[in-house]
C-alpha cells in the first residue's frame, strides 16, 4: 500500500456460526487494502462490550455479514442498526439471504457465488462502499497489476455494482417511454425524494393504517415545501414490499432520495426510524430514531420533516447564490394536535383507500366523522369528509340523493378551506365537486386555481385541475399541469388514464392511446382505459379495432355505450339496440349522458336533446365531457345544445 494512502477502516460484524466463512472474507478485505477490526468472540454477551462499541463509533464503516444464522442474532441486528444510525452501513450477503426487516432498503453485495479470490468484482465493491462511506476519493495501491486492480477514482455513483446493469437497463426503459409520450424527463434532480410507505413492526397487521398514514403525512408535509419535488403516493407504494434495493427503487422513480423507515406500536408508546437513503449509493444520508408518546406523534412528523428538508436544503440551492424558498412553512397545513381525532383520521383514510365497496366508502365517512368529532377544526378530516361524500355519490348515489350528498360534500371543502385556506387539497375538492356535483363550470373555476397555486406538488391536485382545464378548453394549462402529475405520480395508472383523457379531449386521438394503453400495463383489470381507447380508435376511423376495445371493458356503461355506437356504424341496427336496450335497464336515468351520445351518434337529434336536457335536470355528471365531447358532434349546430352548455357555464 502506498504512503499517501489512507487504509479505510471497517468494522467486520457476523455470527459465530458463520466464523470460518468470515475469515476468509476479512482475509480477502485486508489483502484489498482495508483495515479491519473483528473479532471472533464478538457474539457473546448481552450488551455492547466497551471496546467493540468504541470500534463502531471509531470505524469508517460496519460490513454487515448477512447469513440465514445472523440474521437471527440479536448482536448482529445490534451492530447493523448502529451502523445504519451513523450512516456507514456496508452489507453483505454470504449465502444469498435476504436481510431482515429494517435493512431490506439497502442492496446488499452478494457473495454467495464468491470463490474466495481477492480480486473477485464482489470484493471491490465493499472495498469501493467502504471507501465511500469514508468519504475516500484516494486510488487503489498501484502495486496491483490484474485488470480488477487498476488504479480507480471511488465514485458514489458506482459503489453498488451487484444489479447496477440491470438498475441502468430499467431506468433507461422508462426514460425512452417518457421521451416518447411527453417530450422527455429530466435526470432525477437533487430536490427530489420519496417517501415509501413505512413498515409497521407492531406485530399486528391492523396497525398497517397507522404506519401507512404517518408516512403519506411526512410526503403531504414535504410536498408543501416548493423547494422539493415529492414523489406521489401511489407510485412511492408500488414499492412497498421492497423486493428492489434503493438504488433500484429510486432509479424506477426518478429521485436523488428515498426517505424510508419502520413503526412500531405499543399502547401509548410509539418508535418511529426514519432513514434518509442517497439514491444512487444506496447508503444512509441521515438516520435517527424517535421513541415519543403517541401525543408526539406530531412534534416527532414534524420533526422528520423538518430534518429531511433541511438535509437536501444544500442540493437545491439555486446556483445563482440567490435566496431559496426558506419562507413557506414545512408543517402540513390542516392538522390536529388530537391524538384521537388523528387515529380516526388516518383510518378512514386507509378505508377511502381501498375504494372497495360501498360499505368501505361509508366506513371511510363515519371514521373521518369521528376525527371531525374529536376535533371540529380539523381542516383535513372536513377535506377528507368532502371527498367521501363526492364518492359515495359518484358511485352509488341514487338520483335522488344526489344534490344532498353534492350539497354536504360542498359544505365539507368550504369548511375546510374556512380553518385552513392554503390546503390544497380542500380547494381542489371544493372545484370537482362543483363542477361534477353542481355542474357549475364558473363557481368551481376559482377553487381550481387557487388549488394549481397552492399544490404544485400534489399530483393528484394536478391530475384534477388538468381534467377541468381540458374540459373548460383550456388545453395548454391542462397538458401543463398533467406533465407535473406524470412527473410526481409516474407509476400510478390513474394519472396515465388521465393523461390519454385530457390528449381526448384536446382531440388528440392518436396521442391519447399510449398513455391508456400504458395504465392497462400497469392495472390489466382497470375500468374505462379499453373505452377511452375505443373512442379514439372510432374518432380515428378504425372501427374493427375499436369494437375490441369496447369489447375488453369491464365498466357496463362504457362497453354498451361503445358497443351501441360501433355496430350501428357497421349496419348491425338490432345488435345496437339491444346494447342500447341492455344500458338502459340495466342503469337507467344513471346514464342519461350515454344515451344522449348514442342517439347523437345514430342521429336522432331531437331525442339525445331530450335525454341531455333530462341529464341536465336532475344533475347528471356526464355532462361535464359535453363541450368537446366528438360523440356530440353532430348536435353542435344545435341552439339547445349552445343554451345547455351556457348553463353549466362553459365558455
Known sequence: MRADVVRPTAF??????????????????????????????????????????????????????????????????????????????????????????????????????????????????IVRGVRAAAGQTARQSPTKTTAQHRSFVVSRRGVLIATAGATLAGAAGLLAWRQGLIGGRSPASGNSVAVLPFTNLSGDQSQDYFSDGLSEELRATLARNLKLRVMAQASSATFRDRKDDAATIAAKLGVAFLLDGSVRRSGDIVRVNADLIDGQTGFSRWSQTFD???QDIFAVQSEIAGTVARALDAEVTPKDGSAADNDRPVAASGGTSSVAAYDA???????????????????????FDAAIEGDPDYAAAHAARARSLTAIANQYGEVGQLAGLYDAAISSAQRAIAIAPDLADAHSTLGFTLFQGRLNARAAREPFERSRQLGAG??????????????????RDAAEAMQRALLLDPLNPLIHRAAGSIEYAARNYAESIPPARQALAMNPRMSRANAAIGDALLMLGRSEEARVAYAAEPSADVRLTGAAIVEHKFGNKAAAQA??????????????????????QWGERDAAIARLEEALRIGDSGLIYARNDPLLDPLRDDPRLARLLGSIGFD
Open 12 to 125: 467486520l460484524s457476523y455470527a459465530r456460526a458463520d466464523q470460518v466463512q468470515a475469515e476468509k472474507l476479512a482475509r480477502a478485505l485486508e489483502d484489498a487494502g482495508l483495515s479491519l477490526w473483528w473479532d471472533a468472540q464478538i457474539e457473546g454477551g448481552a450488551a455492547f462490550a466497551k471496546s467493540i462499541e468504541a470500534a463502531l463509533e471509531n470505524c469508517d464503516a460496519v460490513i454487515v455479514v448477512w447469513t440465514r444464522t445472523s440474521v437471527g442474532s440479536d448482536w448482529v441486528l445490534d451492530e447493523a442498526a448502529k451502523g445504519r444510525d451513523l450512516r456507514k452501513l456496508v452489507p453483505v450477503s454470504l449465502d444469498g439471504t435476504e436481510p431482515p426487516l429494517g435493512f431490506r432498503q439497502y442492496q446488499s453485495v452478494d457473495l454467495s457465488r464468491w470463490q474466495g479470490n481477492t480480486s473477485a468484482a464482489e470484493i471491490i465493491g
Open 292 to 294: 415519543r408518546a403517541m
Open 345 to 367: 383520521y388516518l383510518r378512514g383514510r386507509a378505508l377511502y383507500d381501498l375504494s372497495a365497496d360501498e360499505a368501505s366508502e361509508r366506513a371511510a365517512l363515519a371514521q
Open 458 to 475: 400534489e399530483a393528484t391536485v394536478m391530475a384534477r385541475y388538468a381534467q377541468f382545464a381540458a374540459r373548460t378548453g383550456h388545453k
Open 579 to 600: 346494447a342500447m336496450s341492455e344500458l338502459v335497464a340495466g342503469q337507467g336515468d344513471r346514464v342519461l349522458y350515454q344515451q344522449a351520445q348514442i342517439l347523437a
